[in-house]
């Protein structure tokens, strides 16, 4: 099969004819002759196909990636162990070629994965029902506030700014063209200020957001939250980590209304920052106010099993001012990837996961903090992720880290003007006590 097969000038001149011009450039006749590009692009001279592979990976190796640093970063973006058996899994045609199931009668492969996406993260977050995927985890954050205003008719959201200072900022830009006030609360001790929540919180309040574990790392009092914001009647939503699902309560235990969270970790590469993957849950009350589409199981005319849209509420299905969103979209290989992982994994597995994450990011603490050089930024339980400072500039930490093929911590002044030398540390189940000793070693002799 030919990657690419190039027009020929008799090509050209057979397609031009069918459209009634005679050249390229008559394509372009609406365009003001100011507007038109008069040079050619500056690309270089042509290359074979031999020479275009040498100069892509010449620029690709100008790149660091994880294969060739050990990676101590996490702050929403995950260094997860990923299956081999998962790029065999979503190699498959009945997957791969699938982007988005508009055809449901000869999409039942892609129909199916989504299926069993939506009950596997319905069971993992402890809610009814789970949407079809989202963009990624600050849109679908958008999406449960915009669920929240309208199921309650309240114009107001209550987020806490130990939410990841990403998704504040999506929210902002989202929320201010929809008249919906975002009031944010500050935080005490790396979580959020429980009493200056609860005086936040009230008639118009549509929902509370908080995020746990938070960008920090550390856990949230949900039961407290969620008692504060059900007693006003707003809706409760939370932003999980689904590997730390593995061994914490589901927040439908815990009262959530809506979940969302970031699926990156489920399977799926860093990517240099994408694609990723938004997941959303709720409750069967508020199903018909949830974005995307929902995949349904039933029974064909032979009373085989089959897959079919259910509910699809994107402008795409439906009449564009009765649908519940614009941006929303399954991501469907992203959401097979995720599906592929949980199935490997199983409960298990998860929860092995999430135990190593957890125990290796505590001895980590211990070990970068045993000497005093390294002070806790925070005195708080914490799953994966926890925050460190020292008189020593952070930018300086992860310079001398990079020297010895460390990707370092985030630098958490770059959001918080109180934690200017604050370091923001993640520990997965991939990392080895030889490498998180030698991470403590390195910053040790930090200058």
């Keep these: 099969m030919h990657r690419y097969i190039p027009t020929t000038k008799a090509d050209e001149a057979q397609m031009l004819g069918s459209m009634g011009v005679k050249s390229i450039d008559d394509l372009f006749k609406d365009i003001p002759q100011g507007l038109r590009m008069k040079k050619d692009l500056n690309l270089g001279e042509p290359l074979s196909e031999t020479e275009l592979s040498k100069h892509m990976k010449t620029l690709c190796d100008k790149n660091k990636s994880t294969e060739d640093l050990v990676c101590f970063l996490g702050a929403g973006a995950y260094d997860h162990y990923i299956p081999s058996v998962l790029k065999h899994i979503t190699g498959r045609s ?12 000869i999409s039942q492969g892609t129909l199916q994965v989504i299926f069993e996406y939506q009950t596997m993260l319905s069971d993992l977050t402890g809610m009814d029902v789970s949407n079809a995927s989202m963009y990624d985890g600050a849109t679908a954050c958008v999406e449960a506030a915009i669920m929240a205003t309208e199921s309650t008719r309240k114009k107001s959201i209550v987020v806490s700014k ?9 929210l902002q830009t989202y929320l201010k063209f929809r008249d919906i006030e975002l009031v944010e609360i500050d935080i005490e001790d790396g979580v959020t200020d429980l009493e200056k929540l609860k005086a936040a919180v009230g008639k118009d309040t549509g929902g509370v957001i908080i995020q746990n574990p938070n960008f920090f790392g550390n856990l949230e009092d949900l039961e407290e939250v969620e008692k504060m914001t059900h007693e006003t009647k707003a809706k409760f939503i939370t932003i999980a980590d689904p590997i730390s699902l593995g061994i914490l309560k589901s927040p439908g235990e815990l009262g959530a209304d809506i979940v969302v969270g970031e699926g990156q970790s489920l399977g799926n590469h860093l990517n240099f920052g994408g694609p990723y993957l938004g997941f959303m849950a709720t409750t069967s009350k508020l199903v018909r106010k949830m974005p995307g589409r929902i995949v349904g199981q039933s029974v064909d005319d032979d009373g085989k099993r089959a897959f079919v849209l259910t509910l699809q509420a994107r402008e795409q299905h439906i009449r564009r001012y009765k649908a519940t969103s614009n941006i929303c979209s399954n991501q469907g290989l992203i959401a097979l990837n995720a599906a592929a992982y949980l199935i490997t994994m199983g409960k298990q597995g998860l929860k092995e996961v999430a135990t190593q994450s957890l125990q290796k990011a505590h001895y980590a603490f211990n070990k970068i903090t045993e000497s005093g050089k390294y002070k806790p930024l925070f005195n708080q339980p914490f799953f994966k992720e926890f925050a460190v400072q020292s008189d020593v500039e952070t930018k300086t930490v992860n310079a ?5 093929h460390i990707l370092g911590g985030y630098e958490l002044g770059k959001d918080y003007e109180a934690y200017k030398n604050g370091l923001l540390l993640c520990v997965t189940e991939k990392r080895t006590k030889e490498e998180i000793d030698q991470l403590a070693s390195a910053m040790e002799v930090v200058k």
């Design 94 to 105: 009945e997957f791969y070629t699938a982007y988005t199931p508009y055809q449901p009668e």
């Design 162 to 170: 130990a939410v990841h200072p990403e998704t504040r900022k999506v």
């Design 400 to 404: 001398e880290l990079m020297k010895h």
